[in-house]
């Protein structure tokens, strides 16, 4: 599909809902455009037949009624003007939410590795700044347009009929205008993509500085950040500086132009006057009519230059749009989160247990740059599975796998003997309950964040989960206990409040397979302990596996996986593998000290 083809299928997409409105207000403007063209004609009256003294003296001594008369034409003018912007403004917000709507839904959509190449602030300003441009020139210059053309033809035709030599000059100054405007749009563009691009990566820094305000005053980077923000400022305020000039270029040749038709049309329209071929009234008119003509194609240099924006702008969020989803496939399997004594298989070929085996899996974020090497193991259900392995060593990546967050390139991985590439993407995830090392809260609630996979949770379910997650008596020794607000991204609470509170939330959803990756390491070895312990009589039937630097955290599982450099380096439990010498061993003896081994051996 052309790009052409492209921006009216995507305006026509988001204009339900909106046509009638944008058909009412084109319609109110052709009326205001017919009662204007009828002002002219009445001064042209007025001056040629009533004070020309042409019979209608009775209109002589009661002028009030021509003034009547004008006044009526400029109420049902603003009448019609009303309406015009009331379902202009109508047809627009309308416009822009679907926009909105359908830019928020699809980004929920769009992979890990389209979200890894973009950033955050760039896909603000996509979804807000350049919808805004878009509303604008689709709901209120293209309407502009739609008068314009039916101003000049009006005009031009009352201009024709009173005198077509005057007509025929001003005539051939439109295609000068047009022509100009043209050349100016093409300029404009360009300028106006660099614009809106430097935007967005200005957009990006104040994102970026407003979430890690914490980072930036724990390493004094105030003026680093400063220094960072004025140089994007700078290059956008040039860009936008640049993008005036030429519009100041553009008006003042513009006002030029126009301007040497105003004084054509009066001297001619005086010399065709003077020579008794135009009565005074009708060139009264005529320079009326010219000058309601001149600004209409005057403003068609506004008109294109935000063409050109918008132009820019649907490009932009076309990026977004057309950018390729995820599969959400939907069954009635959706809602089948499989707690203790798995549900049988269905027909559609959905998994009898939650059995996980990765077979001869390798992967890469970028290419040539693999970070797993051929890696197999099995996890039968109801199993504690441990991962241990150093930065960069795959130990993340193999859980993003699991949940389809990034797609597999080779080898397989199953759940119940059923290649997770056939199950539906939401059914699988909502199977994995995941928490990562660093949680994301709401700024909302404590209550609101623990019930977030569940929100008719009640309160006692919730307090229960953060009894799990050993947070409860941390929770109710807040004020306002489960109805304290936190932070944005949970800033108000500890980096070990936020972990268990964010364990909480995964408790309450139940899943069948639980992810703690690496979500222990901002609490004691003690808090870990007791978390564990309470997980084991709580998730009897679930799967979990535990990603973890610290040995305690993973000797209890019933098997630990061992990465090296994205291969698998050691399998075994964990008195199977401080039996052998290999990388286990070796952090074992590092992190336990004398004590902590004899006790652990006890």
């Not at 000068?176 to 300028?191: D, G």
């Not at 949770?457 to 020794?477: K, N, P, W």
């Not at 390491?521 to 564990?532: E, F, K, L, P």
Request: net charge neutral; proline share 2%; hydrophobic share 45%.
């Amino acid at each position: 599909m052309s790009k052409k083809n492209r921006k009216t299928e995507l305006i026509l997409r988001y204009f339900q809902g909106s046509k009638r409105y944008f058909a009412c207000a084109v319609a109110a403007s052709f009326v205001t455009t017919a009662l204007n063209a009828v002002t002219p004609q009445i001064f042209r009256f007025s001056l040629d037949e009533v004070l020309g003294g042409s019979g209608y003296g009775w209109l002589a001594e009661n002028l009030w009624l021509l003034a009547l008369s004008i006044v009526a034409v400029a109420v049902l003018s603003g009448g019609a003007t009303f309406v015009t912007r009331t379902c202009t403004a109508r047809a627009g917000e309308n416009f822009a939410k679907n926009m909105r709507d359908a830019l928020f839904v699809h980004v929920q959509r769009l992979p890990m590795s389209w979200h890894d190449k973009n950033q955050t602030g760039d896909i603000i300003q996509r979804c807000t700044s350049d919808v805004e441009v878009i509303r604008n020139f689709v709901v209120t210059q293209l309407l502009e347009v739609f008068r314009t053309v039916f101003l000049v033809g009006i005009s031009f035709g009352i201009m024709v009929s009173m005198n077509r030599k005057l007509a025929l000059v001003v005539l051939l100054f439109v295609p000068v205008v047009v022509l100009y405007s043209a050349v100016f749009y093409r300029l404009i563009a360009r300028r106006f993509t660099k614009a809106d691009e430097a935007e967005g990566e200005l957009s990006t820094v104040v994102q970026e500085n407003a979430t890690g305000v914490r980072v930036v005053r724990a390493f004094g980077r105030e003026q680093f950040e400063m220094d960072r923000f004025q140089e994007k400022n700078e290059v956008f305020a040039r860009m936008w500086i640049r993008l005036g000039t030429l519009s100041g270029l553009y008006w003042g040749v513009g006002d030029l132009i126009t301007g040497l038709q105003v004084v054509a049309v009066i001297v001619l329209g005086a010399v065709e006057a003077v020579h008794g071929n135009m009565s005074v009234g009708e060139f009264v008119a005529f320079a009326s009519y010219n000058t309601v003509l001149v600004w209409p194609v005057r403003g068609l240099g506004r008109i294109l230059s935000d063409m050109s924006k918008a132009g820019v702008s649907f490009e932009r969020v076309d990026y977004i749009i057309h950018g390729q989803e995820e599969a959400y496939e939907r069954t009635g399997q959706e809602t089948d989160r499989r707690p203790e004594g798995m549900r049988k298989g269905t027909s559609q070929g959905m998994p009898e247990s939650m059995d996980i085996a990765f077979s001869h899996v390798s992967f890469a974020y970028e290419r040539g740059k693999q970070v797993l090497h051929d890696v197999s193991f099995s996890v039968p259900q109801g199993m504690t599975f441990g991962i241990l392995g150093g930065t960069g060593s795959g130990k993340s990546t193999i859980v993003q796998l699991l949940t389809r967050l990034y797609e597999l390139e080779e080898g397989t991985i199953t759940v119940g003997g059923v290649d997770i590439r056939e199950l539906p993407l939401t059914w699988l995830r909502r199977q994995v309950g995941m928490v990562l090392q660093e949680p994301f809260l709401y700024s909302r609630t404590i209550r609101e964040n623990m019930a977030a996979p569940v929100p008719d949770a009640s309160l006692e379910e919730i307090r229960e989960a953060a009894r799990t997650a050993c947070v409860d008596e941390a929770v109710m020794g807040f004020a306002d206990g489960y109805e304290t607000l936190v932070g944005e991204r949970g800033v108000t609470l500890s980096g070990g409040q936020r972990q268990r509170v964010a364990i909480a939330r995964m408790l309450l959803q139940k899943a069948p397979i639980m992810v703690f990756d690496d979500s222990l390491s901002a609490v004691d070895s003690q808090t870990d302990y007791q978390i564990r312990r309470a997980l084991k009589e709580r998730v009897r039937g679930a799967t979990v596996i535990l990603i973890s630097h610290r040995i305690t955290t993973l000797m209890s599982a019933d098997r630990i996986l061992v990465l090296n450099g994205g291969r698998v380096e050691q399998l075994g439990t964990h008195g199977e593998l401080i039996e052998r010498e290999g990388i286990y061993r070796q952090i074992y003896e590092i992190q336990m000290s004398g004590d902590d081994r004899r006790q652990v051996e006890q």
